[in-house]
């Protein structure tokens, strides 16, 4: 069983705007296998968190991972998926959604909030992404 530990983040700017989402997947001894960075069109920035978690869930089963720890610095996102809070917000319910089926696909997984700055190599590739796509104001 492969274990993973993903670092993710999303942005818009300004909120809805242009988005981008930015991650970092590691293997169990925090060796960088993958990183994730860009721009996903328009979105809000919850929108944008979702997004980053799926695009990193999606990397992380196609690397052969079957159990992810996920650390997140956007609160709503983590309640949500602990099921701590309800998704109310139309634009959410699928990507709550995806994020459940690719859950399935996994032995095991945690998804934990973690402070911003905790979270800054994933906010980093995010505002990359953003950056490059040339969108920004």
Known sequence: MKKV???????????????????????EQGKVIATISQSIGRATSNQAE????????????RLGARQVTLRSDSELVVRQLNRRYRVKAAALKPLYQQVKQLLGQLRGF????????????????????????????
């Open 5 to 27: 530990i993903i670092n993710t983040d999303g942005t818009a700017e300004p909120n809805p705007g242009p988005a981008a989402i930015g991650a970092i997947i590691r293997d």
């Open 50 to 61: 979702y997004r980053a978690v799926i695009t990193a869930l999606e990397t992380a089963i």
């Open 110 to 137: 945690t998804i934990t909030h973690i402070p911003r700055q905790q979270n800054r190599e994933a906010d980093n590739l995010a505002n990359i992404a953003l950056k490059q796509s040339g969108t920004t104001p």
